[in-house]
């Protein structure tokens, strides 16, 4: 090869190593970890989400750690809104800059609260339209349970077998 050749290659490898290097530097990292805010306790499985900073349009997604951490890699240098989610606490919404000199951006703790919601009074009714089926399925199983019970206490009357059974009240009027 000759001097010039050399010279070129030499020059193609410093411009790659200079521009990744440079992209390295666009893109950072955005960090943090989700906590109750009474309690201090992590938040295990939160949803947090990466925004455009008008909030139209989300960039990523990710779960909190059962540590209650979360990491964003290789994010482009600009303006973001966080948004944190958790079923039954109230989402929180966060701006969060990256620029193309910052590495890193750690956002620290992200204090949920619960939410709180009432619900009017709920009332559930229904009807029961009681069968003649019905009513024979449970005769013939309580025939049955007085009948097991005067074979094993044989000398005992059925009226004091139906009176200490449990949950059988006897009636001399029943059909």
């Known amino acids: ?13 410093l411009l790659t190593s200079i521009s990744s290097q440079m992209r390295a530097q666009q ?23 990466l925004l ?9 997604a990710v779960a909190s750690e ?13 303006d973001y809104l ?12 966060q701006p969060v800059q990256v620029t193309s000199d910052t590495e890193s951006v750690n956002v620290g703790s992200v204090e949920m609260e619960e939410s709180i919601i009432m619900l009017e009074e709920v009332v559930i009714t229904a009807e029961y339209n009681e069968s003649k089926s019905d009513k024979s399925v ?9 009948e097991k019970m ?10 004091d077998i139906e009176e200490t059974a449990p949950a059988i009240l006897a009636d001399r009027n029943s059909q």
Do not use: C, H
């Open 138 to 146: 449970f005769k013939n199983a309580l025939s049955r349970l007085l």
């Open 27 to 49: 893109n950072g990292k955005i960090k943090g970890t989700v906590v109750e805010s009474t309690s201090n306790e992590p938040l295990d499985a939160a949803t947090v989400r």
């Open 52 to 60: 455009s900073s008008n909030g139209s349009t989300m960039q990523a």
């Open 82 to 93: 966080l948004m944190v989610t958790y079923i039954g606490f109230e989402p929180v919404y």
């Open 66 to 78: 059962e540590d209650g951490a979360f990491l964003f890699t290789d994010i482009p240098a600009g």
């Open 150 to 159: 005067r074979l094993e206490l044989p000398n005992r009357k059925t009226l």
């Open 1 to 13: 090869m000759t001097k010039n050749a050399w010279l070129v290659l030499a020059g193609i490898i």
